[in-house]
């Protein structure tokens, strides 16, 4: 399948009901809810990415949504994308094709991206929030960085104008 990457600046919010079963085990003030399988994906690709000493990117799907007055995100999958790659950064090519892997369900949105660093430890570049801040800047939009040399996982969203650091719980799909 041949991509062309657009973004998109806006998303209507929906509900989630109370028991969906990503809310369960997560804290009041969580700002993005993350399959236990998109994990396992992002993981993957960046460790995979560090074994050839380059950085790699992807989309992330699923939903924003409102619950109990705040904008809460659900990851429900993620899907690499076709870059080029250094051990510094990484561009997504404009055309390419995607791998195969985890597609998303019919009715989720890009509701972020991820990215890996090679050990410079984990957070967002000047770059990084630059990319966040034209592409995603949709209430609920996340950035997910994955330092492959610490195995750390962190998620960015942006929060009154600046990226901050969101609390995030891994939920099992």
Not at 35 to 54: H, K, P, Q, R, W
Not at 105 to 123: D, I, K, M, P, Q
Not at 149 to 168: I, N, P
């Amino acid at each position: 399948m041949t991509v062309r990457i657009v973004g998109s600046r806006r998303f209507r919010m929906r509900k989630l009901s109370v028991r969906d079963s990503a809310l369960q085990g997560a804290g009041a003030s969580v700002d993005v809810l993350i399959s236990a399988s998109a994990v396992s994906l992002i993981t993957e690709d960046s460790l995979n990415a560090f074994s050839l000493g380059i950085e790699t990117m992807g989309l992330l799907y699923g939903i924003p949504f409102l619950h109990e007055g705040r904008v809460v995100t659900k990851i429900e999958t993620a899907v690499k994308l076709p870059t080029t790659a250094t051990p510094n950064s990484v561009v997504v090519k404009r055309e390419g094709e995607i791998p195969s892997g985890s597609s998303p369900r019919e009715g989720s949105l890009v509701v972020g991206w991820y990215h890996s660093h090679t050990g410079a430890g984990n957070f967002m570049s000047s770059t990084d929030e630059a990319t966040q801040g034209k592409w995603f800047s949709s209430p609920g939009s996340v950035s997910l960085v994955y330092d492959a040399s610490h195995r750390t996982l962190c998620a960015y969203r942006l929060m009154e104008g600046d990226v901050a650091k969101a609390s995030f719980h891994t939920y099992r799909d």
